[in-house]
């Protein structure tokens, strides 16, 4: 039997290379930005925010999930202990990070979630990875797994607020409730649509302007 000083050791232990598997990928997706500014003069990545799930949450969700509350439970079925969340300027941008993380060797992506393509019930939009990582210590390396969500700013906007009003709440929402947030779903689904659609047409514009101002004169 396990005294409480060596449960909270072994928890520890086990949650600090999860830190360093965030570390890894955040690297990976800043310096992918960089390099996509560089190169196309767009970035695709708004900004990034990563967590590793606390202990509280990693038992909530084992609870939940009907499994004891151990480490090698938590290892084995729980997906999204550390967790990186990009957010894109368009959705467009969503499935190129995605086909670029998918070219990186030294990444495996494990398992793909796409609810942009099929939104959840409630409207929730968002691509999920799993990733698996190399993490080099000094004495062995190990493979972590890494949830990535890929969203856009307003997919974000939507999910962020739905997490603070709806989201694990155990009873059931009335349905003019739940009409309503599917409702906010459409409507961020349309701001995106209409978001890419001025930007392609911007472009478009941009491009023939200087196509016109190249005309050298003929005198
Ligand atoms: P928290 O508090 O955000 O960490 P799995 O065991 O992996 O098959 P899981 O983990 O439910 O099942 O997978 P999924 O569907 O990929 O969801 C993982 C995470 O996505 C959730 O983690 C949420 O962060 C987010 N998510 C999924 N569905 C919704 C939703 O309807 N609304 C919002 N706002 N976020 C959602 P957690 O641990 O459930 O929650």
Known sequence: MQTMQERITEWTNFLFIYKFALDEIDTKLTILNEEFQFVHQHNPIEHIKSRIKSPDSIREKLERKGLEVTVENAREHIHDIAGIRVMCSFVSDIYKIFEIISNQDDLRVLRVKDYIKNPKENGYQSLHLIVEVPVFLSNRMEKVKV???????????????????????????????????KETAEMVKYLDEKMKRLKDELEQFKEEDTSVDDVQPLL
């Not at 969203?151 to 009873?171: C, N, Q």
């Open 147 to 181: 949830e990535i969500q890929i969203r856009t700013v307003a997919m974000d906007f939507w999910a962020s607020l739905e997490h603070k009003i709806y989201y694990k709440f155990d009873k059931t929402v009335p349905k003019h409730l739940t009409d309503q947030l």
